[in-house]
């Protein structure tokens, strides 16, 4: 399904380890315990990914871990790969983006999500939503700034490993 897969690889790519166990693959991804709708979704989207299996959920510290086994997934995320993401290239296959394309909403949330923030901002008196991603990885961040330029949506760098969109 196009929705969970895009939104689950943003989640991955932000904050999301694929790590080999026994005999099968185990996809985590690392959540702040303070956003209990992120951690449902997350679950959720894993949930309709592999049919009949269930996430699981391991709280540690002010995190939670949202994991789930299978051998599928370093067929879905083709990104796995020895080292830091930020330190490798990390590029989408070509069946990975045409997905993206036809849900690029649910990839930016997937990053948001994950390595990112929404906040209300009071600029002299006028409220305003803004969102900020911030990630080590150029790869990612060029991903992310191609998902909002799909979408018309203008984005600004402040810095080296951040995006910010002010409209």
């Known amino acids: ?9 943003g989640l991955y790519l932000g904050e999301g380890y ?4 026994a005999r099968v693959w185990r996809l985590r991804v690392t959540l702040d315990s303070r956003y209990p709708q ?7 989207a894993m949930e309709d990914l592999m049919i009949g299996q269930h996430a699981y959920t391991l709280a540690r510290g002010g995190c ?3 994991s789930m086994y299978s051998k599928r997934w370093p067929s879905l995320f083709p990104q796995l790969g020895p080292g830091r993401k930020h330190e490798r290239d990390i590029r989408l296959e070509t069946w990975q983006q045409t997905l993206v394309n036809r849900d690029t ?10 390595d990112g923030c929404r906040v209300v901002a009071n600029d ?3 409220r305003s939503v803004r969102y900020h991603f911030s990630n080590r990885s150029d790869d ?3 991903l992310y ?4 330029d799909t979408l018309g949506i203008p984005w600004t760098r402040p810095s080296a490993h951040d995006v910010a969109v002010y409209r």
């Open 1 to 9: 399904p196009v929705r969970p897969y895009c939104y689950l690889l």
């Open 18 to 21: 694929i790590n080999r166990s």
């Open 38 to 44: 992120i951690i449902a979704d997350c679950c959720r």
């Open 64 to 66: 939670v871990d949202v």
């Open 105 to 114: 909403e649910g990839f930016i949330r997937g990053l948001i999500h994950s």
């Open 124 to 126: 002299r008196g006028v």
């Open 140 to 142: 990612i961040i060029g």
């Open 145 to 148: 700034c191609a998902a909002l």
